[in-house]
């Protein structure tokens, strides 16, 4: 596609309930990052593909996350028993290159509400 | 980790200049800028490496200064188009992963006319 695209792009759920959020990635893209950013906050990095490596899972906050990317393309994450606090607009990102010095496209975004 | 930016908020006439500064206690590797606009999601400003580099694009530019280990971006004569909120994001020297970027908490710019 054009650009990174999200979805949902709005996902209100009760505490408790598991939720996945989509990201399809710009065609090509060998990197995806996931990022959640709280309101009037930055952004806080929380896992990284590169290719077919292992991800780097070292922002996830707890064992509740899980993400996967399927194919070198698509990548879920995953939220199991959601809390509050884990309310926040979920950004993923790409870039063409595997490298930090590459730009990283993002996405809209997914806003999750833990009622 | 995280950087530290400064100033958190800074209000500006058209016009007029300002400066965002991001510091890290880290050795770093490069330094990234982004701009959000409200209810949009970040957009790719530039990257710099170590080694005291400038870049620019129009009136907008930045230096990093690795022996203090701190970036700024300069924005010259604002339109209002460059209302947001700008990131710095910074990657630590000596990680060999392509990996993450650590962002700081964002400089909030608003533009009067």
């Known amino acids: 596609g054009a650009g990174v695209s999200q979805s949902p792009s709005n996902k209100v759920t009760e505490k408790g309930k598991d939720v996945e959020l989509r990201c399809d990635p710009i065609?090509?893209?060998?990197?995806l990052y996931w990022y959640r950013q709280s309101l009037g906050q930055g952004l806080e990095f929380l896992i990284y593909?590169?290719?077919?490596?292992?991800?780097?899972k070292s922002g996830l906050p707890s064992d509740r996350f899980s993400a996967e990317r399927t194919g070198g393309s698509v990548s879920t994450l995953t939220i199991q028993r959601t809390q509050q606090e884990d309310s926040a607009v979920y950004l993923c990102?790409?870039?063409?290159?595997?490298?930090?010095?590459?730009?990283?496209?993002f996405g809209p975004g997914t806003r999750l509400t833990v009622l | 980790q995280q950087p530290v930016q400064s100033p958190q908020a800074v209000i500006l006439r058209e016009g007029e200049d300002a400066v965002i500064n991001c510091s890290s206690s880290?050795?770093?590797?490069?330094v990234h800028w982004y701009r959000q606009k409200h209810g949009e999601a970040p957009v790719f400003l530039m990257i710099l490496l170590k080694g005291g580099e400038q870049k620019g694009h129009e009136k907008i530019s930045a230096s990093f200064n690795e022996k203090k280990q701190q970036s700024s971006l300069y924005l010259t004569a604002s339109q209002l188009s460059y209302s947001g909120t700008y990131f710095c994001g910074t990657e630590m020297a000596g990680y060999s992963s392509a990996s993450k970027i650590i962002f700081g908490s964002g400089t909030r710019l608003s533009i009067r006319p």
């Open positions: 593909f590169q290719g077919n490596s292992a991800p780097d």
């Open positions: 065609s090509g893209h060998t990197a």
């Open positions: 880290k050795a770093l590797y490069s």
């Open positions: 990102a790409s870039s063409r290159l595997a490298t930090s010095t590459d730009t990283q496209y």
